[in-house]
């Protein structure tokens, strides 16, 4: 990073409203992001945050300032690719926002393998469900979205990198355990689903409707923003669920959860990469957008575990 400190430090708690934040994500000690802050609003002449009450927030000061910060960034960041593109490599600072299951199970290989061939760049990545990573791309919080969940909208561009399935996760001694059953079978069950907004929802939804399945018709029990949670909760018997196969290898290699077979249900789905419409990125986004188009890869075509039954 070429740009001046104190504009990154100012820009993290800035993000975060919060001083202890900041230096958790930084790796400093909080009285060392409060020097850094005091040093700049000395420098500038003016407040920057206010810290009354207990909480703290940006003065008009801070609100000037916030703006010219962030244009700062990036032009360091051009300036950073605009050397490194001349030998080859790219640098600078790539933000990557991912929906929860990809973020979990699959980005940080793709990462580290990245990285690999672009040593001199710095990642940073957010997670959340497939809404709050597109929001975060169109304010441009982030570079890159990678999402589960179809999108269909003008103003953003979406490619297919990897295929997933969705598979039903029963408790390991359940009576659909290594069964096959039918759709109308699900209504009989406690079912545990993820937010709205999540594009794994979206998917089950569209996949049981399909199947002449009435989501009205569906003992929905509970909702859990986190596929771990929906995993956690399956084990404590509360109900069953969907998730993707690669959330659920290790509880299947464990034996602590099984897996039901729901036949004439589509549950495939594909992992996309989302960037703004328009000509293709370039820089560090256009790399990494290569990076994935390069390994389109699909998800096993079987899972471990014991073979189906009919019921």
């Known amino acids: 990073m070429i740009e001046n400190f104190r504009l990154h430090v ?16 930084l790796l400093l000690t909080q009285p060392a992001v409060t020097q850094q802050i005091k040093a700049l609003e000395d420098e ?26 962030e244009k700062l960034r990036e032009l360091s960041d051009e300036a950073l690719a605009a050397v490194a593109h001349t030998s080859g490599d790219h640098a600078g600072t790539l933000a990557l926002g991912a929906s929860q299951t990809i973020g979990q199970y699959v980005l940080p290989n793709l990462i580290a393998q990245f990285l690999s061939a672009q040593p001199r760049l710095h990642i940073t990545a957010q997670s959340g469900n497939t809404d709050q990573m597109l929001e975060a791309l169109l304010e441009h ?3 890159v979205a990678l999402i589960e969940g179809p999108v269909q909208r003008k103003d953003l561009r979406v490619e297919p990198f990897m295929e997933d399935h969705l598979v039903l996760v029963v408790p390991a001694g359940h009576e659909w355990a290594s069964h096959e059953i039918v759709p109308a079978d699900l209504t009989t069950q406690p079912l545990l689903m993820r937010e709205y907004g999540s594009g794994s929802r979206r998917v089950v939804e569209q996949a049981l409707t399909a199947a002449k399945v009435k989501l009205k018709s569906l003992r929905i029990s509970m909702e859990l923003d986190s596929t771990e949670g929906l995993l956690s909760a399956v084990e404590a018997g509360l109900g069953v669920t969907f998730v993707s196969r690669w959330a659920v290898r290790n509880q299947l290699a464990l ?8 036949s004439g249900l589509t549950l495939s789905r594909r992992f996309s990469m989302v960037h703004p419409a328009g000509p293709d990125p370039t820089g560090a986004a256009g790399a990494f957008r290569s990076f994935l188009l390069s390994r389109v890869t699909a998800t096993p075509a079987s899972t471990p575990g014991k073979a189906l039954r009919s019921r």
């Open 255 to 262: 034996g602590t959860l099984a897996i039901a077979q729901v």
């Open 10 to 25: 100012f820009r993290s708690v800035a993000r975060h409203l919060s001083f202890s934040r900041a230096a958790e994500e």
């Open 44 to 69: 500038i002449g003016a407040p920057l945050f206010d810290r009354g009450g207990g909480h703290i927030s940006l003065t008009s000061g801070g609100l000037a300032l916030l703006p010219f910060a």
């Open 141 to 143: 919080r982030i570079h």
